[in-house]
């Protein structure tokens, strides 16, 4: 079975400085996406970045940006210059099989202090 | 565009009954998934829809169904309910089945008592 782990329960960063989540996943699949997405307290999952496997360029979103380590099977997500509505849970999902179904890592839950 | 919306909000319903919890997905979008987050279970993979056939299912017993309409809205059904089915019932869609990125509504909190 497909798993996602992400290591770290909970992490805290100030505004402003820089903080990297970690995630880690094992797939059988030969062709993947892997996403983080954000969940802020209203609940709503919103999508922050998504990386292509077949792509050994890294994927950037403005002060969002990830290290895809394919041989590793890593996918860290880096966030520069946090803000205080970047507070929020976070998640690294994979794709799976036909119709591209998302396993969820457990999720890290990121505090940005003013 | 409007996002992906769902309904009820917040739906508490007592052991044994029924819950229906609906979605309809982004316009153009034919593939509508179902997730459910549990506290300590994390996001699992419940159901997916397209073109109004259930494609997959994760591991979830059979009183957990639903349908797909044609206009691709879709409606989860949850029968005899049981109190660990408590839980955040995320809808998500994507514009095929053969796209990779969905995107999710802000979910229905089903309390059961």
């Known amino acids: 079975a497909q798993t996602v782990t992400q290591s770290q329960p909970e992490m805290s960063v100030q505004e402003a400085e820089t903080v990297t989540l970690s995630c880690t996943y094992d797939?059988?699949?030969?062709?993947?996406?892997l996403f983080w997405y954000k969940q802020p307290p209203s609940r709503q999952m919103i999508l922050v970045i998504r990386q292509e496997a077949y792509k050994q360029q890294n994927a950037t979103e403005n002060r969002f940006s990830v290290n895809f380590q394919k041989a590793a099977k890593s996918f860290s997500l880096k966030i520069s210059d946090s803000q205080l509505g970047d507070t929020a849970m976070y998640f690294c999902a994979c794709t799976e099989g036909a119709g591209n179904m998302l396993t969820f890592g457990g999720g890290t839950r990121l505090m940005v202090k003013p | 565009e409007a996002g992906v919306t769902q309904s009820p909000t917040h739906l508490i319903k007592t052991r044994g009954q029924q819950a229906t919890l609906r979605c309809s997905p982004i316009s153009g979008h034919t593939s509508v998934y179902w997730y459910q987050q549990a506290l300590g279970l994390g996001l699992q993979f419940l159901l997916w829809?397209?073109?109004?056939?259930?494609?997959n299912r994760g591991n979830f017993p059979p009183r957990f169904s639903g349908r797909q309409f044609p206009n691709y809205s879709s409606e989860l059904n949850v029968n005899a309910l049981e109190l660990e089915d408590s839980a955040l019932y995320l809808c998500?869609?994507?514009?095929?089945?053969?796209?990779?990125?969905?995107?999710f509504g802000p979910g229905t909190r089903l309390t059961v008592l």
């Open positions: 829809y397209d073109e109004g056939e259930e494609r």
């Open positions: 998500a869609s994507s514009p095929g089945s053969l796209t990779d990125t969905q995107y």
């Open positions: 797939t059988s699949e030969s062709n993947y996406y």
